[in-house]
Antibody, heavy 121, light 106 residues
């Protein structure tokens, strides 16, 4: 059974850095694209970007290009989303999700439980 | 940039049909997916490629896509179906989500 387990809650101050994680299991990690999706409180889903672990191809949404970094460590079947300098507006729930069939532009079949990030002074 | 428009809310009595619309320019040129998100939970895929149901999704969920509008239908809505429903497409390799529609069954 496929599982995406995310690293949990983070409370940070503005200007601090952060790296959150999403560990995949139950499938061949390198063969499926993993995306990151933001959801601010009470708001809709926002696509941030996607990575193909096998060759580390990354596609960022223009809205998030330069704001975050997406990566993977295939030795531990884990994808990462990181910020160099957080802002209060980064406070949100962040989900990882895999697409169907190893295709980048397919439906998001499996979702992690979310990382809640709170940025406050 | 491409946009998807969803009404903010839908309300139906139990057992009635709930219809969710998702509008976008020439939407039927794209595959539409739908996700159910219950309060405090992660989204769950309920329809992909316009009308296909993943395994485990009840057959009261169905989808269609024609012209500029895709529709998710819940036939015989139940209290357990109360959630926000998000539509999603890919446009130029960027995932686009609608704003979501909240279903109330009362």
């Amino acid at each position: 059974e496929v599982h995406l387990v995310q690293s949990g809650t983070a409370v940070k101050k503005p200007g601090e850095s952060l790296k959150i994680s999403c560990k995949g299991s139950g499938y061949i990690f390198t063969n499926y694209w993993i995306a990151w999706v933001r959801q601010r409180p009470g708001k809709g889903l926002e696509y941030m970007g996607i990575i193909y672990p096998l060759d580390s191809e990354i596609r960022y949404s223009p809205s998030f290009q330069g704001q975050v970094t997406i990566s993977t460590d295939n030795s531990i079947n884990t994808a990462f989303l990181q910020w160099g300098s957080l802002e209060a507006s980064d406070s949100a729930m962040y989900y990882c999700a895999t697409t169907a069939g190893g295709v980048a532009t397919e439906a998001f079949v499996y979702w992690g439980q979310g990382n809640l990030v709170t940025v406050s002074s | 940039s491409y946009e998807l428009t969803q009404p903010p809310s839908v309300s139906v009595p139990p057992g009635q049909t709930a219809l969710f619309t998702c509008s976008g320019t020439e939407l039927d040129d794209k595959y539409v997916s739908w996700y159910q998100q219950k309060s405090g939970q992660s989204p769950v895929l309920v329809i992909y490629q316009d009308s296909r149901r993943p395994s485990g999704i009840p057959d009261r969920f169905s989808g269609s896509n024609s012209g500029n509008t895709a529709t998710l239908t819940i036939s015989g809505a139940q209290a357990v179906d109360e959630a926000v429903y998000h539509c999603h497409v890919w446009d130029n390799r960027i995932a686009i989500f609608g704003g979501g529609t909240r279903l109330t069954v009362l």
